[in-house]
């Protein structure tokens, strides 16, 4: 691979590289974080585990995780992830051991002042390294916006014109983006025959490598012995998470089309993946530039009640915190949003009203957010919420209140030429090991082996066809993952058995899905006509758009919905900011198959 200068400004056109060097036919990827609050102990016990590892990737950036540096940042904290320092005094030692790369995003919004910590640290233990930081700037304007980084991974020797081998090395990238929830993370459902495990089976959950050879061909894997589960089901989710249109999801490398990807289990920890290609259009011309922007001050309250229609009494200090901001601000009762925790917080109802009655609950917590354009509105919020303490219905305790600023991250597409970035090294002098801060390897606290691991079969369960005309939960037929883009909410539904894609696709229409999700648009857990007006033509009329897509190489439906969380994760209202348990709102839901 030829050496780019250091220290000089390139922008972003792709051209080919000259004479690309092959070093090796395989390299072994690992990923030890799949977002900002992953554990670094799973990092390390990957690192032990699998000793071939050539680069360990630290995926810890994302809209929430940028906005909130941001704002440290404007407030005179670091730009940076502030755990870099644990991350690198535990990782670093093995690492350099090993000769394992570690490539991270963690440097933010601020990636030299993450250089010099990581420099620190390194000299404080003895070891001798360098760390190289690529990162954009600005000619005219230093810092003005933030551009989108994704995953993809291009082998040594690969050039840009090979799209075949571009696209496999992305869906790699793709799928170990997450960490865990490639290899059962986030996938445990108890009840669920296809997705129950143990819990000391997922205590010891192997973070995801992936095995690239230099030809394309992708294999993801997980540490022998380890718990978890890789398979089939837990790749078919990974791979539509977050990817909107499967025929085009963008990177900023190439635009992929994933509709005939699949995967073909080789052992309970090996999974070759196949079939993933560019898109018509194979390159994007414009890269996706995050600019912060104001969006508000957020206020929020809770409060608990308990016992004896506590779900009356909830309502009724709903009612009051309303009337009350009201009485000193008017017109801002459409700024406020309130649920009930453990009756309707998350929206997991059934839309044919077959849900519990709340009535049934005896232990409830009222919360409340607003988002209003003023600071002195979100304050008087909370005070307003307090004072329940005191004039509220009885039996109202553990109230907790605060305030803070929003930003969004506005998007904009930026011509490829109009981008530029920068790269740069630095390195420590070679010093000598300091043992009694940086323990050997042998000292490091290993993982315990637990031979149950192995006698649960991570290969595809038997499956039937779902009974015909019979009513049944769609988690009989099919599983399912949430995630969010923007204010947009993908959500994908995997038959257990394949061929029941066909019946699948009768039910679950755009009409279908607007339908189960309008309960997220409700803006108080006891609408009254108004709000209940509002909702149907929010969820009606064009702002709520629904998009369903064929996914023929895994038998599956990918679902976008447009304009359904409010404003996004940076200043959404809801507790769900991210409509991750909307999956599960899908799936409560009674169908039934011809």
């Avoid at 072994?28 to 609050?37: N, R």
């Avoid at 399912?480 to 394949?498: C, E, Q, T, Y």
Wanted: a negative charge; proline letters at 5%; one cysteine or more.
């Amino acid at each position: 691979m030829e050496q780019l200068g250091l220290d000089e400004i390139h922008d972003c056109v792709i051209k080919l590289r000259v004479n690309p060097r092959r070093r090796r036919e395989k390299v072994y990827i690992g990923c030890g974080a799949g977002f900002a609050g992953d554990r670094p102990m799973a990092a390390l016990k990957l690192l032990q585990r699998v000793k071939e590892l050539d680069y360990l990737v630290l995926e810890c950036l994302a809209e929430r995780t940028l906005a909130e540096r941001y704002q440290i940042m404007l407030s005179g904290g670091d730009g940076y992830d502030s755990r870099i320092s644990d991350w690198m005094r535990l990782l670093l030692p093995l690492a350099v051991e090993r000769g394992t790369c570690i490539i991270t995003n963690m440097g933010a919004i601020d990636p030299l002042g993450a250089q010099e910590k990581v420099l620190q640290i390194a000299t404080c233990l003895g070891l001798s390294i360098s760390v190289v930081v690529a990162h954009e700037v600005s000619p005219t304007k230093p810092g003005s916006g933030l551009i989108s980084q994704n995953e993809s991974f291009t082998m040594e020797g690969w050039n840009w014109n090979d799209l075949k081998q571009l696209a496999q090395g992305s869906l790699a990238g793709h799928l170990l983006e997450c960490g865990c929830q490639l290899t059962g993370g986030y996938f445990m459902h108890p009840g669920d025959k296809y997705r129950d495990m143990t819990f000391p089976h997922l205590l010891d959950v192997s973070l995801p490598y992936a095995v690239i050879s230099f030809n394309g061909e992708v294999c993801v894997e997980k540490a022998e012995g380890s718990g978890g589960v890789l398979s089939f089901g837990t790749c078919a989710e990974q791979l539509l998470y977050e990817v909107g249109d499967p025929q085009a999801y963008a990177t900023p490398d190439v635009i992929l089309d994933f509709c005939n990807v699949s995967f073909r289990p080789l052992s309970s920890s090996k999974v070759l993946c196949v079939g993933s290609k560019t898109s018509t259009k194979a390159v994007p011309d414009k890269l996706l530039r995050l600019i912060p922007m104001d969006c508000g001050w957020k206020g929020w309250g809770e409060i608990s009640y308990g016992g004896h229609e506590c779900v009356k009494r909830a309502e009724a200090a709903e009612f009051l915190v309303r009337s009350w901001m009201e009485e000193t601000y008017s017109d801002v009762n459409d700024s406020i949003m309130s649920y009930i925790i453990g009756v309707d917080s998350l929206k997991a109802t059934s839309h044919d009203n077959t849900t519990a009655s709340p009535k049934a609950s005896v232990d409830v917590r009222l919360r409340m957010d607003g988002l209003f354009e003023q600071k002195e509105h979100a304050v008087q919020f909370c005070r307003e919420f307090t004072a329940l303490y005191t004039n509220g219905p009885a039996g109202g305790g553990g109230i907790s209140t605060g305030h803070k600023k929003e930003i969004i991250l506005e998007k904009q597409l930026v011509e490829r030429q109009h981008v530029f970035w920068r790269t740069g090294v630095k390195s420590t002098a070679a010093t000598k090991l300091n043992k009694e801060i940086n323990p050997t390897v042998s000292q490091i606290a290993r993982p315990k082996t637990d031979n149950s691991h192995t006698n649960f079969s991570t290969l595809e369960l038997d499956s039937s066809p779902a009974p015909p005309g019979k009513k049944l939960p769609l988690y009989a037929v099919a599983h399912s993952r949430a995630g969010d883009k923007g204010n947009d909410l993908n959500l994908s539904v995997i038959p257990h058995f394949l061929p029941d894609i066909e019946r699948l696709k009768l039910i679950i229409t755009p009409q279908w899905v607007k339908e189960v999700v309008s309960n997220l648009l409700n803006t108080s857990s006891f609408p009254d006509r108004y709000t209940a007006d509002k909702r149907n033509e929010q969820a009606h009329g064009k702002n709520v758009e629904v998009e369903v897509y064929e996914v023929e190489g895994i038998s599956s439906l990918n679902i976008v919905v447009r304009n359904i969380l409010d404003g996004g994760v940076n200043c959404s209202r809801r507790i769900d900011r991210h409509g991750k348990t909307v999956s599960d709102v899908i799936l409560c839901q009674q169908v039934v198959l011809p």
